[in-house]
């Protein structure tokens, strides 16, 4: 909204700072960082709705994680969209199709924890209804931003590490783009099980994406990372930007011990932004990477119910594996600041693969 008023009060001193997507990025952040600070008081205090403790987890949550409130995650959406409501051009279909996206993952996520709430289980929504929600959703985003493409990158997958080496089928893009945002929402989402575990993380991802959204939107600075140049992706940014600094309010009251859970509203939306903030900028592996931490978390269900239903035995005491080391005696504060030590890894080794070709 301000961008498109700035032409009208170029006369005011300073008003060509809203032309400027790093200006409107640190506004982005300091407003939805205020907005977090202003609604989770509130928020905590009136809530009704508390987080449903699974019974087969470790012992200390049934202890010290009963009566939480959740649907935290709301105010983290809300402040997003609105930040980029505030801050962003609302000309640019990138932007908005990020905000479609990222309203409708946390909307079923929303449903999911209503019903958990509602009828006191860890069942909500169905797994089926869940995915295919999901599924449908990023396949639309997928077809979208392909149509939104310059025609010389229409089609093209890029790989790390690799200049000149990309996959040339807008059929195969759309299904593997498709499975990146799916994938990357479950992947929070089962992060998403310790007090503050899946927060820092990703706003790492988030930061590490929205530096690779502006040098993607910028010619020149693609150019000379060789890289694939997206036009207007660098508005982006400022979605990232919000994106953070709404997290980052809520970690100041999910820190352990934690007084709100963001669930499924939020970690669904967040993950599925992850993915399709990587499917625009064309750095879908790049994510893998950057987001290592999400990563292995999935792997580690994966590779639990696999084996177990291969040979009814448990690789891990308990998955996803954050739970594993709890189950070893691992305090929760200790498992999160690791954790965390671990997603700043592969952050960094993940942006130097922009350098790296």
Not at 26 to 39: E, G, K, P, Q
Not at 100 to 122: A, M, W
Request: net charge positive; glycine share 8%.
């Amino acid at each position: 909204m301000f961008y498109s008023l700035c032409s009208y009060f170029h006369f005011i001193t300073g008003a060509n700072l809203l032309r400027y997507i790093t200006f409107r990025t640190f506004c982005a952040v300091m407003t939805s960082l205020i907005i977090s600070f202003f609604l989770y008081p509130k928020f905590i205090k009136h809530s009704k709705r508390k987080q449903p403790i699974r019974e087969d987890g470790p012992v200390s949550h049934l202890q010290t994680k009963q009566g939480i409130p959740t649907m935290g995650g709301a105010i983290i959406i809300f402040g997003t969209i609105l930040s980029c409501l505030l801050w962003g051009n609302l000309t640019n279909e990138y932007l908005l199709l990020m905000i479609g996206l990222t309203f409708i993952y946390s909307l079923l996520g929303l449903t999911d924890d209503y019903l958990k709430t509602k009828y006191k289980n860890s069942k909500g929504v169905s797994a089926s209804q869940k995915m295919l929600v999901q599924i449908i959703a990023a396949m639309i985003f997928s077809f979208l931003v392909e149509q939104l493409r310059p025609p010389e990158v229409v089609g093209h997958l890029a790989f790390p590490f690799l200049k000149n080496f990309t996959i040339e089928s807008e059929t195969l893009l759309i299904l593997f783009t498709t499975f990146v945002i799916v994938g990357s929402s479950n992947a929070v989402n089962l992060t998403d099980g310790l007090d503050g575990l899946a927060t820092f993380p990703s706003m790492l991802v988030a930061f590490c994406l929205g530096i690779i959204a502006y040098i993607s939107g910028h010619f020149v600075f693609a150019n000379y990372l060789q890289i694939f140049y997206i036009p207007m992706s660098g508005e982006l940014s400022i979605f990232c930007g919000a994106l953070i600094g709404a997290c980052l309010g809520f970690l100041w009251y999910n820190a352990p011990p934690a007084k709100i859970f963001m669930g499924d509203t939020g970690s669904l939306a967040i993950g599925g932004a992850l993915g399709g903030l990587s499917v625009i900028t064309k750095h879908e592996f790049a994510l893998a990477i950057i987001g290592g931490l999400f990563v292995i978390e999935a792997v580690s269900v994966i590779l639990q119910v696999g084996y177990y239903r291969l040979t009814k035995k448990r690789i891990f005491l308990m998955a996803p594996i954050h739970h594993h080391f709890e189950k070893k005696g691992w305090s929760e504060p200790t498992v999160v600041i690791r954790f965390w030590i671990i997603s700043l890894i592969f952050a960094m080794f993940g942006l130097a693969t922009l350098k790296i070709r």
